[in-house]
């Protein structure tokens, strides 16, 4: 007998939008916190889930069931949200670029405030610093982070998502953690220096 | 010394537990009409593009031929006239279709 899933499934390949509609209930929670978890903006994190979820519209009859529905979702947010900062990262590099050579002044990067710590939420700043702490890991590494510290992603399911072992995943969150304690303890040391 | 180690290792501790109160999104509740409205412009456009390149098509192909038309019919009724003149141009510099005169010949 035929599950939920499967109806489901088998309802979108036949472009059934209320089964789309249902769908998009289903996962548009955790497909735009898994987006904003990567982006930290909610705008792009919305832009983003929804090219998401036009991409399954789209692609749903080549998806073949060797994993899961929310499996091949979650990796399409992931590959999403991967090219959206590569995009945003060139943007970047070009308006420096442009800024070089005098033709018009950008903003660039969005600079960690700390020079009058005690104006700020602390918390609020520490997010701050920990986001970009987090962008300076390796992709696989900032993948299993995100996933299981901003969203709380069980190892079993990232195991899934990033189509390695449960033993893999668990050496990624560990390197990434030893790795996050040495650029953050870098990170407060310049701080203390200044 | 040993304190700076202490307090940079506190609030690196104190960052890394930050991601235990990261802030979650609420879904926007237009997020489906929004993308029901990406849906239909993506699939509308393909069918009036469609209808859209196939008159392009067929205009360009009728005003090709008029074009080519008039462009020949004009060739040929300008070339007919400069050339006639290009003729009597190249006459009346060589003074062909003048009377000619032999400045050997004696005049009586």
Request: one cysteine or more.
């Amino acid at each position: 007998m035929a599950n939920s899933e499967d109806i489901l499934i088998s309802q979108l390949k036949h472009g059934d939008r209320q089964a789309f509609r249902t769908l998009v209930d289903q996962y548009q929670g955790k497909v735009l916190n898994t987006c904003y978890g990567f982006l930290h903006n909610r705008q792009d994190a919305e832009d983003t889930a929804q090219e998401v979820f036009l991409e399954i519209f789209r692609s749903i009859s080549s998806f073949h069931e060797s994993s899961s529905l929310g499996t091949w979702i979650y990796r399409i947010s992931i590959t999403r949200s991967l090219d959206h900062l590569r995009r945003m990262k060139r943007k970047k590099r070009m308006a420096v670029l442009v800024r070089l050579i005098g033709r018009e002044k950008g903003d660039a990067e969005e600079p960690i405030n700390t020079e009058n710590p005690h104006d700020q939420l602390e918390e609020k700043e520490r997010v701050l610093i920990l986001r970009k702490a987090v962008e300076k890991l390796a992709d696989n590494q900032r993948i299993a982070v995100t996933l299981h510290r901003y969203q709380g992603f069980k190892y079993e399911e990232i195991a899934g998502i990033m189509d390695i072992s449960m033993s893999a995943v668990e050496s990624l969150l560990h390197r990434a953690k030893k790795n996050l304690q040495k650029i953050l303890y870098n990170y407060y040391a310049k701080q203390q220096e200044i | 010394m040993r304190k700076q180690k202490h307090q940079i290792q506190e609030a690196v501790e104190k960052t890394i537990a930050c991601f235990d109160h990261m802030e979650k999104l609420k879904p926007n509740p237009f997020f489906f009409t929004r993308l029901e409205a990406s849906l239909d412009a993506q699939q509308k456009p393909t069918g009036r593009l469609k209808g859209a390149l196939q008159s392009a098509w067929v205009i360009a192909f009728i005003l090709i031929n008029i074009v080519s038309i008039i462009v020949l019919s004009s060739d040929k009724a300008e070339s007919g006239t400069t050339r006639a003149d290009y003729l009597q141009e190249i006459a009346t510099d060589l003074t062909i279709n003048q009377p000619y005169i032999d400045p050997f010949e004696q005049e009586n």
